[in-house]
């Protein structure tokens, strides 16, 4: 879910900054401008990854999970009503992956303590792949709304006003459901997890507590 909704944005903002001011929406940025614009997100991505390291730390990275998720989601809804600029884009760019980074930077550590040890290789390589579905899905479905919900433009199909705020509302709807995904992960396995790392004599190979 955080995968689609994080690529989302990637899918819409880029093209809403480039099609042409004349269309009544679009913001007409060249490609070089448009990366400028988008640039910041980065940053903001790395500062709150440091961030949501210290709200893991002091509570737990399900919670830091889903707040990362509840900020991507604000940042979609802020972003139907920031896109009439390119400075309001820039801004809900930020928003968005600032909870990006958050969310991120807590899916190692969430899966790192709810596995045994002998298995977070391949409990984050199978997160790996799970957020690479979720990307191509995203592509898919957001693809699907701009190439559907399109305007003439001298001529030429381009995604319409509404196929942009139906996109983003689709990614924070996205980003919602990730939310409260992530409210109902268990605690129980995190702290056995942990306990396993500092008493790895209380539990067999397989990761069961010894009696």
């Keep these: 879910m955080v995968g689609f909704s994080m690529y989302a944005s990637n899918l819409i903002l880029p093209q809403l900054l480039q099609l042409p001011e004349e269309t009544g929406y679009g913001l007409g940025q060249d490609m070089l401008h448009m990366g400028l614009w988008m640039m910041p ?3 903001c991505m790395m500062a709150l990854s440091v961030a949501g390291a210290k709200v893991s730390h002091a509570k737990g990275p399900k919670t830091t999970l889903a707040l990362g998720a509840i900020v991507i989601a604000i940042g979609y809804v802020s972003s139907t009503l920031l896109m009439g600029s390119a400075l309001g884009v820039l801004i809900a760019v930020c928003i968005i992956n600032g909870g990006v980074g958050l969310a991120y930077g807590a899916m190692p550590a969430l899966i790192m ?3 045994p040890v002998s298995e977070t290789g391949s409990a984050n390589a199978f997160n790996t792949l799970m957020r690479s579905i979720g990307t191509s899905v995203s592509a898919a479905v957001v693809g699907v709304v701009l190439a559907q919900m399109t305007t003439d433009f001298g001529g030429i199909a381009l995604p319409s006003e509404a196929g942009f705020r139906t ?5 924070a709807g ?3 459901l990730a939310a409260v995904i992530a409210l109902c992960i268990p605690g129980r396995a995190s702290r056995d997890a942990e306990e396993h790392l500092e008493h790895p004599e209380r539990f067999d190979e397989e990761g069961a507590a010894i009696a």
């Design 41 to 43: 997100g980065g940053f």
């Design 113 to 115: 303590g709810s596995v």
């Design 167 to 171: 996109g983003l509302l689709i990614g």
């Design 174 to 176: 996205v980003a919602a």
